[in-house]
């Protein structure tokens, strides 16, 4: 009796499921959602990496949805600024955010952040991940082709060298410092407002090293003006081929991207958060031209559901919460 009991659930929940899916566009039909255009906030500034994404994909979500997805940019305090706004945006369908990596690492620097990234908004689908990569200028840090050559040039220098990231508390800072420990080295941190003037005093001779979103490196990488020597994943492989990674040179596990998504106030209506997210599936699987664009800019296409992406949000914001915890690190 029991297990008929439970085909039966088993069967009425099928049915409901395949109910809802056959629904949906009828429901999005009678509200005639999107009959307007859609606002897609980037708390970052423009020209950056999350923002460029953005653009992308938003030229494509409205080729696809028949409005517009207009962007607005709202820079400050490593995305927090713009979060925080963004998240008491009406729940009505026609509020998106592309969420980037350092939104989620603000609240852990920021003693005034006023969002939780575990419960203030939803997570639709993820978009892009954006490798890193340990860049070193060669006429600062000289003969150094490897991973473990730096890790030996920075154990015998008589002066301490300094590394420099996109900002305190950025994924390079502290991918960095967990490396420090793990290697039994020492760099010092010089932190900049952005990866462009960071690029820009690594390219100078100011600071010798960085944990570099590939896309801000990549030109002067490929110009010979700096040089990868180890990657954060094997993602990064589509743009360095032939570096090896972190994992691969006596660090096996250290492995990671940043990464960015669409996000949603809460209580949006679901069926309009599953229309976006298997309109961005579609684009970020199927469409070439916009895979392409994001490889030109130093990311790479990669799709994973609302639920995935939170899933994954939540790991990495445990992880790196212990290294901030740590190592006492603040932005405020």
């Given amino acids: 009796m029991t297990k008929l009991l439970i085909s039966r659930r088993q069967v009425l929940k099928a049915g409901a499921a395949a109910s809802m899916a056959a629904v949906m566009p009828s429901v999005l039909a009678k509200t005639g959602w999107p009959d307007k255009f859609i606002k897609m906030v980037v708390a970052f500034p ?3 990496p ?14 696809r949805l028949g409005q517009q997805v207009i962007i607005e940019n709202k820079p400050g305090a490593s995305g927090s600024i713009g979060t925080a706004s963004f998240i008491r945006s009406p729940a009505d369908g026609y509020n998106l955010s592309m969420f980037g990596m350092p939104a989620l690492l603000a609240p852990l620097m920021y003693k005034t952040n006023a969002y939780d990234v575990k419960k203030d908004f939803l ?29 030996r040039f920075a154990k015998a220098s008589k002066t301490p060298l300094s590394y420099t990231s996109s900002g305190t508390g950025s994924f390079g800072h502290l991918a ?14 010089v932190p900049y407002r ?37 990657l954060s994943s094997p993602n990064a492989r589509v743009l360095l081929p032939g570096v090896k990674t972190v994992s691969e040179q006596g660090f096996p596990g250290f492995d990671f991207d940043s990464w960015g998504g669409l996000i949603a106030p809460l209580d949006t209506p679901q069926p309009i958060v599953d229309r976006i997210a298997s309109e961005t599936r579609d684009i970020i699987g199927k469409d070439k031209e916009l895979q392409q664009k994001l490889v030109s800019a130093g990311a790479i296409a990669s799709f994973q559901d609302g639920k995935e992406m939170q899933a994954r949000l939540n790991k990495d914001y445990d992880r ?7 190592k006492g690190i603040s932005a405020s």
């Fill in 123 to 151: 997570s639709v689908a993820t978009v892009y991940v954006l490798p890193m990569a340990i860049v070193i200028n060669p006429a600062v840090v000289p003969h150094v082709e490897t991973l473990p050559d730096l890790i």
């Fill in 50 to 63: 999350t923002d460029t994404a953005a653009r992308i994909v938003a030229q494509k979500l409205s080729g």
């Fill in 46 to 48: 423009a020209g950056g």
């Fill in 176 to 189: 960095m410092e967990q490396l420090k420990d793990l290697g039994g080295f020492d760099v010092l941190h």
């Fill in 194 to 230: 952005g990866s462009a003037p960071a690029v820009a005093d690594l390219l100078g001779g100011q600071v010798g090293i960085m944990f570099a979103d590939v896309v801000a490196a990549l030109p002067h990488i490929r110009a010979g003006k700096l040089k990868a020597i180890a």
């Fill in 320 to 326: 790196w919460s212990a290294i901030v915890k740590a």
